[in-house]
């Protein structure tokens, strides 16, 4: 989102919002009023330009999000509706800021554990217990959130054989994910990780700098080496004899995100032919876009939605821009499974709670 979208959410959220508010609800009130409706605002304000310079970026936009969506826009809609009903006005405000507050500070930080059982025809082996996790999106918790410790913790007492992060570890900078080096460094069983949008850090601070964006990549890259994990761009690696593990860099079908170098055909070079194929590909519209039509692939797992799996009069709104949106999808032989993630580039979760996914394989 580019700097100057946050500037008219500010100037429209705040400022207009406090300008209609004091002329007709507050008007003639005394100067203490106006002062804590206008706080807000001010804070809001002097967190722009933090993050217009960069230098504090993930922190003061979580600040700022956190402003706007618990006090701002209930600001807004009370001016709106109170020209007309001061008391609906004021219903509605309240009502808005007690839903966000809800999302921030319960929904987004109420753990799940899903268990689902996967059978295959023709598994080689013995049943594999997958830990599928992603979208830790780690800039919207600060620096010492014990959510990500309990996330730790819930994962390594779910003793899988293996854990598949399926990308998005920060938001905007590699410098986010660093005050979580021992805590995502405590996790036991092998770690396999790919790359998501936000982690080629193309929505933040470095977005007109090609030069700086390629560097804090690398360092990212370079932090989820050192914890162990062994991070596939458009590569394969033998889980175990018959199962072979497929990474991406981020494929999708949304023209919002640039094109970042994904090349499936070039992961699967080194394939034998009649391995059992799974495939770490961050973006779900990947499965249809090529995975279906192209390949024999027999498991693709993916995130990047957060779970806007979401319903509105019996319809899911959700699926007129992500049809795969949440959960396991099958096509024939091939299946599809999207974790909803753990966490989320804005202050909330709007898709329900995070999940951690448990998928055991085995012969059918």
């Given at each position: 989102?580019?700097?100057?979208?946050?500037?008219?959410?500010?100037?429209?959220?705040?400022?207009?919002?406090?300008?209609?508010?004091?002329?007709?609800?507050?008007?003639?009130?005394?100067?203490?009023?106006?002062?804590?409706?206008?706080?807000?605002?001010?804070?809001?304000?002097?967190?722009?330009?933090?993050?217009?310079?960069?230098?504090?970026?993930?922190?003061?936009?979580?600040?700022?999000?956190?402003?706007?969506?618990?006090?701002?826009?209930?600001?807004?809609?009370?001016?709106?509706?109170?020209?007309?009903?001061?008391?609906?006005?004021?219903?509605?405000?309240?009502?808005?800021?007690?839903?966000?507050?809800?999302?921030?500070?319960?929904?987004?930080?109420?753990?799940?554990?899903?268990?689902?059982a996967l059978e295959i025809d023709g598994f080689p082996g013995k049943p594999l217990r997958i830990c599928q996790i992603g979208d830790f999106h780690l800039g919207s918790f600060g620096t010492k959130s014990k959510y990500i410790s309990r996330i730790i913790d819930t994962v390594n007492a779910c003793n899988p054989d293996v854990i598949l992060f399926v990308g998005d570890l920060v938001n905007f900078e590699a410098k986010e994910a660093f005050p979580y080096r021992d805590v995502l460094g405590r996790l036991q069983a092998p770690v396999y990780a790919i790359?998501?949008?936000?982690?080629?850090?193309?929505?933040?601070?470095?977005?007109?700098?090609?030069?700086?964006?390629?560097?804090?990549?690398?360092?990212?890259?370079?932090?989820?080496?050192?914890?162990?994990?062994?991070?596939?761009?458009?590569?394969?690696?033998?889980?175990?004899?018959?199962?072979?593990?497929?990474?991406?860099?981020?494929?999708?079908?949304?023209?919002?995100?640039?094109?970042?170098?994904?090349?499936?055909?070039?992961?699967?070079?080194?394939?034998?032919?009649?391995?059992?194929?799974?495939?770490?590909?961050?973006?779900?519209?990947?499965?249809?876009?090529?995975?279906?039509?192209?390949?024999?692939?027999?498991?693709?797992?993916?995130?990047?939605?957060?779970?806007?799996?979401?319903?509105?009069?019996?319809?899911?709104?959700?699926?007129?821009?992500?049809?795969?949106?949440?959960?396991?999808?099958?096509?024939?032989?091939?299946?599809?499974?999207?974790?909803?993630?753990?966490?989320?580039?804005?202050?909330?979760?709007?898709?329900?709670?995070?999940?951690?996914?448990?998928?055991?394989?085995?012969?059918?």
């Amino acid at each position: 989102m580019k700097f100057r979208t946050y500037v008219l959410f500010w100037i429209l959220f705040g400022v207009v919002a406090d300008t209609i508010i004091g002329l007709t609800l507050l008007k003639g009130a005394p100067w203490w009023a106006i002062a804590v409706m206008a706080a807000p605002t001010l804070a809001a304000g002097l967190c722009l330009p933090l993050i217009g310079t960069g230098k504090w970026y993930a922190d003061s936009l979580r600040v700022f999000s956190y402003l706007i969506f618990i006090f701002e826009l209930p600001k807004f809609l009370l001016a709106l509706i109170g020209l007309a009903s001061p008391v609906a006005g004021i219903a509605v405000g309240a009502a808005v800021s007690m839903f966000f507050i809800t999302l921030i500070f319960y929904v987004t930080r109420h753990l799940k554990v899903k268990e689902t059982a996967l059978e295959i025809d023709g598994f080689p082996g013995k049943p594999l217990r997958i830990c599928q996790i992603g979208d830790f999106h780690l800039g919207s918790f600060g620096t010492k959130s014990k959510y990500i410790s309990r996330i730790i913790d819930t994962v390594n007492a779910c003793n899988p054989d293996v854990i598949l992060f399926v990308g998005d570890l920060v938001n905007f900078e590699a410098k986010e994910a660093f005050p979580y080096r021992d805590v995502l460094g405590r996790l036991q069983a092998p770690v396999y990780a790919i790359l998501g949008n936000h982690d080629f850090l193309l929505h933040g601070p470095h977005d007109s700098n090609e030069e700086s964006r390629l560097k804090d990549m690398a360092a990212l890259e370079a932090f989820e080496k050192s914890l162990g994990w062994r991070v596939l761009r458009n590569e394969s690696v033998e889980l175990r004899p018959g199962v072979v593990l497929v990474g991406v860099d981020n494929i999708t079908k949304n023209p919002y995100f640039r094109k970042v170098g994904g090349d499936l055909g070039k992961a699967l070079e080194c394939v034998e032919e009649g391995a059992f194929k799974i495939l770490l590909s961050h973006d779900p519209t990947h499965w249809r876009m090529e995975v279906l039509p192209k390949t024999d692939i027999g498991l693709t797992l993916s995130g990047h939605t957060h779970g806007l799996k979401y319903k509105l009069t019996g319809l899911h709104p959700s699926h007129w821009r992500l049809h795969e949106s949440g959960g396991l999808y099958e096509d024939g032989a091939q299946k599809l499974y999207v974790t909803p993630g753990l966490g989320s580039a804005f202050a909330f979760r709007l898709g329900g709670y995070p999940h951690v996914d448990i998928l055991t394989l085995k012969p059918r």
